[in-house]
């Protein structure tokens, strides 16, 4: 006989799983269909529920989605629909805010990540207490050229920001409930998602995986969001491009000194130790140069600022098929 503590235990859900959906028509129907085979019917004495969160798609995606969750004619799906495009960490919020699991992972909709490795993600999870676990990608089917810039991205994130960053950067994560608590009630205008999970301390794992090469479709992923993300994950958790401005204003101070000093030793002495316009316009621009760099770092910092005080909802719900 099942006690009624027990009960209450069978009838909440395990496992969230939130997919952020952006422009991946083509891709949802075998992803589900991957997730339902190698996880939801592994394990089918858990309740497992999926959340798609459509971030504002302009092509068929939220259509696709309704008709799946048609066919399958179950309450494991739930899909919710954002006004427009919020950009992926805050669609993976929404998700977050809305999943009623012990455990939630999220997962890209490009059947990138493969579904089966959630199995081993809820198993060190459960039975080694890790609240986090990253699938780190060890290696990815990209063109060299990716391949090169992201690891020198998350290069220089892991030198300035966070010390546990893995080379390979990871978006495919499992958190506990707790984790995902922290998270969320610590919100940011400008969130940067890998330091948001580091940042919280909890006991980690990390899994190394081979990323699946794109089969079907194109990365929405532009170079613009990229290095705005590269550079949210430097200035939101390092305090470095400051110091570095610092220091370098020591450095020309200390330049200019010097020599101020020397043309005044060669104007007693009669001499001038450069002549001409050219070394004008040389030291003018590269202290100008510097100068506007320095600005715009500043700039930067007061423009998150400000964006932060605001305090506009990081995304806005347009409406939730349960």
Not at 267 to 284: E, K, N, V, Y
Not at 296 to 310: A, C, H, M, P, S
């Amino acid at each position: 006989m099942i006690k009624s503590s027990e009960k209450d235990n069978l009838s909440n859900i395990y496992l969230s799983i939130v997919i952020p959906v952006y422009q991946n028509e083509d891709t949802l129907g075998d992803l589900y269909k991957e997730i339902q085979e190698t996880v939801i019917n592994q394990n089918s004495e858990r309740k497992i529920e999926v959340i798609f969160v459509d971030d504002g798609s302009t092509d068929n995606s939220l259509e696709t989605l309704c008709k799946l969750k048609q066919q399958f004619n179950n309450d494991r799906i739930k899909i919710i629909a954002l006004t427009r495009n919020f950009g992926q960490v805050p669609a993976i919020h929404a998700g977050y805010e809305l999943s009623e699991g012990e455990y939630i992972v999220n997962i890209s909709a490009d059947l990138q990540d493969p579904p089966e490795l959630i199995n081993e993600m809820t198993q060190f999870s459960s039975r080694d207490d890790y609240e986090v676990v990253i699938c780190t990608r060890d290696s990815r089917d990209d063109p060299l050229i990716t391949i090169f810039f992201s690891r020198l991205a998350y290069w220089m994130m892991k030198k300035l920001s966070f010390k546990e960053m893995p080379l390979g950067g990871f978006d495919y994560v499992l958190i506990s409930k707790n984790v995902m608590n922290t998270i969320l009630s610590n919100p940011e205008a400008n969130p940067f998602f890998q330091g948001q999970i580091l940042w919280t301390g909890f006991k980690t794992k990390f899994i190394p995986y081979q990323r699946r090469n794109r089969q079907i479709g194109e990365s929405q992923y532009t170079f613009s969001r990229k290095l705005k993300y590269l550079i949210d994950g430097i200035l939101g958790y390092s305090y470095t491009p400051i110091r570095l401005i610092s220091i370098l204003g020591l450095i020309f101070s200390f330049s200019g000194f010097l020599y101020a000093i020397i043309i005044i030793i060669n104007w007693f002495l009669g001499d001038a130790p450069f002549q001409g316009w050219s070394p004008l316009m040389l030291i003018i621009l590269l202290s100008s140069g510097f100068q506007m760099l320095m600005i715009g770092i500043i700039g930067e910092y007061i423009w998150r600022t400000l964006d932060q005080v605001r305090n506009r909802p990081p995304y806005l719900i347009h409406k939730i098929i349960e």
